[in-house]
């Protein structure tokens, strides 16, 4: 039977390597001279012995934590994001703790409490943007480097994001000239995303001379956007009127449920004159290009945001990021399917 050691000093004394330098070799195996090293996996193999990283952390003025908080980890956006995160800390030698406050903003700044409390190295957070947490965001950045990305929130930190406005005004454009010009259906506006994307819409309609037409309800905070989406959908043609030709959703996901209450009504989606309604998104969802017809939609570039953001936060937290290099804005790509 391996003998069993309860903490670090117990297998320091059993191994005959000081705490310090055990310490040492957990950070970072290639940091302690390779006959040490050698002892020490020696010892490890021997012994049922594993480092508690979290216990080791909290005695340390800081750690080699990285938070990460998001609005929602079963969006698919935000799921992207966070693998692509996920790999890019550990690859620096950081452990990411990643946090889902479910679109709420109570849970956001229990979130923010959370990631103090763990003495991070640094924060990575999609905001939601909630002036309720502004005092609590601003107070994060006072205490660990901190990096807002996707969406910009209260808390003058740098941000990396969607550049929404060339991203609308891309696909505004291309659906004006593959036919008529498209109304927008909203979604709720949970985030300062919606808002620009909407404002983006009004602008290039009006300056491609076209009169904007808003679809859908803004009311409300739910990140059930494909209910939205097929509810307000179901609501338009329930009153007996009939949707414009070309419909642009402020995401996918709202599409996707617009699609489906107008293929229940048997309405054709679709390129062409033998369809009655064009439709078309914006982030690019994993499903897009699965659903029926394949979706057209606005890609956004979400690993250059992911690997952006980090190593803003990376340079952050090594002492130095210059005032031109606290704002990155991503261009999105357009991607042409059937739907439009």
Not at 51 to 67: E, I, S, Y
Request: proline fraction near 6%.
């Amino acid at each position: 039977m391996r003998p069993k050691h309860r903490n670090m000093e117990e297998f320091a004394q059993a191994s005959g390597v000081s705490r310090p330098t055990l310490s040492k070799y957990f950070d970072d195996p290639a940091s302690v001279r390779p006959a040490t090293r050698a002892r020490i996996e020696a010892a490890l193999r021997a012994s049922d012995y594993r480092p508690n990283p979290f216990a080791r952390n909290l005695n340390r003025k800081r750690t080699k934590t990285v938070g990460v908080v998001v609005p929602s980890i079963i969006d698919p956006h935000y799921s992207g994001l966070v693998s692509r995160i996920e790999t890019l800390c550990v690859e620096a030698g950081y452990w990411p703790l990643v946090i889902s406050c479910h679109g709420s903003a109570e849970l956001e700044a229990r979130a923010f409490d959370a990631v103090l409390s763990q003495k991070v190295a640094g924060a990575l957070v999609a905001p939601l943007g909630a002036p309720a947490n502004a005092r609590l965001a601003e107070e994060l950045g006072r205490e660990v480097p901190l990096v807002s990305f996707d969406n910009v929130g209260e808390a003058d930190a740098p941000f990396v994001g969607n550049d929404n406005r060339q991203s609308v005004a891309t696909i505004v454009d291309y659906l004006c000239r593959a036919g008529e010009p498209p109304a927008f259906f909203d979604m709720p506006a949970v985030n300062r995303n919606a808002a620009e994307r909407r404002a983006a819409y009004a602008d290039t309609m009006a300056r491609l001379g076209h009169e904007p037409v808003f679809l859908g309800s803004r009311e409300g905070l739910s990140w059930d956007f494909e209910r939205h989406g097929f509810e307000e959908m179901e609501k338009l043609l329930t009153a007996g009127r009939r949707p414009p030709r070309t419909i642009l959703c402020a995401n996918d996901r709202v599409a996707f449920g617009a699609m489906a209450a107008a293929h229940a009504r048997g309405l054709r989606i679709g390129r062409g004159r033998e369809a009655d309604l064009a439709l078309a998104g914006h982030d690019d969802h994993p499903l897009s290009r699965y659903s029926c017809p394949a979706l057209t939609t606005m890609a956004q570039d979400t690993g250059a945001i992911a690997t952006r953001s980090t190593a803003m936060l990376f340079a952050l937290i090594d002492g130095g990021l210059d005032s031109a290099e606290r704002r990155a804005i991503v261009e999105a790509r357009l991607v042409m399917r059937r739907s439009a």
